[in-house]
């Protein structure tokens, strides 16, 4: 039997690791985020899910990105379908010589949060 760990629990885990590779005591982390302790140390153990508004103050406070967080606990799983997706409309845009090269990576990084966003959306069963 394989023991596959939940998202919302590997969330919490790189929550926790990430806080203390900034060496961020709990209570400061929660303290800038503007939950309490005992909330946070739910969230990284897995038994509370953050809402949208905390997770993003989390992961401001740990100088890096909702969408990492949730790509590095598996909420968001790579679409691959032929033709379709993400994958044909970004190859559009990488071809879309009227864009600079860093408008085209701003709208393909843009257009990939939108989809990742969704994704975890769905995965969490929200609309």
């Known amino acids: 039997m394989v023991d596959v760990e939940s998202p919302q629990l590997m969330l919490g885990r790189i929550i926790r690791a990430q806080r203390e590779l900034a060496e961020l005591p709990m209570r400061q ?3 800038a985020v503007g939950i309490s302790n005992p909330y946070l140390s739910q969230i ?17 406070s740990l100088e890096t990105s909702v969408d990492r967080l949730y790509h590095e606990a598996g ?3 790579p679409v691959h379908e032929e033709g379709a997706g993400p994958g044909a409309l970004e190859t559009h845009i ?5 864009l600079t090269a ?8 843009i257009y990939r949060g939108f989809v990742d966003a969704n994704a975890v959306r ?3 069963g929200t609309a």
Request: net charge neutral.
């Open 29 to 31: 982390l929660a303290s």
């Open 44 to 60: 990284e153990r897995g038994l509370r899910a953050p809402s949208e508004a905390v997770l993003s103050a989390i992961a401001a």
């Open 75 to 77: 909420f968001v799983e």
């Open 94 to 98: 990488e071809a879309a010589t009227e």
């Open 102 to 109: 860093a408008q085209r990576k701003a709208l393909s990084e």
């Open 122 to 124: 769905r995965a969490r």
